[in-house]
């Protein structure tokens, strides 16, 4: 999971549900290890998006100072008690609320766009860091000699289509 999407799932937790913000809540719901979700979540305090605090039982939380809790439903069956909020609902494995975003990219078309343009595929597939490269280094080694071209050039069709599964 890559650090956009993974920002969007911690969003997520933060403004529409009352779980709190750990690395292993966010490890489990991402489906990524605990020690990626440490990593992002590391990122966003140094972005200066979250804060850190310790549990009383000593669990490292991470929170945002404007979150505020959401009002509890009165309709029956609800997993909040009806009277006085006593604390996050409980996780439903499955709920769609909190399954991790897809990317809804297609390996096939970023191999085509590779093919036209060596590193398009990537870019199409929001790695524009890597399609740049990709762009350049097959570009040079078309201008060096028509081989190596057309061999980094089969590396870049490969990588477009090798995309990271969510």
Known sequence: MDFEEFEQLVLKLLFETEVPVTAAHTAYLGRLSVRGAERHLARMVEQGTLLVRTSPEGVVEYYYPGRK????????????????FAGPPSIVIGDPMLQPLRSNHSPATAVLLSMLIPGAGHIYSGRAGTGVAWM???LMGYACCFL???FLHGLCLVSAARMRRT
């Open 148 to 150: 190596p071209g057309l």
């Open 136 to 138: 350049a280094t097959t």
């Open 69 to 84: 809790p959401l009002v509890p439903p009165a309709a029956a069956g609800s997993p909040y008690p009806a009277a006085g």
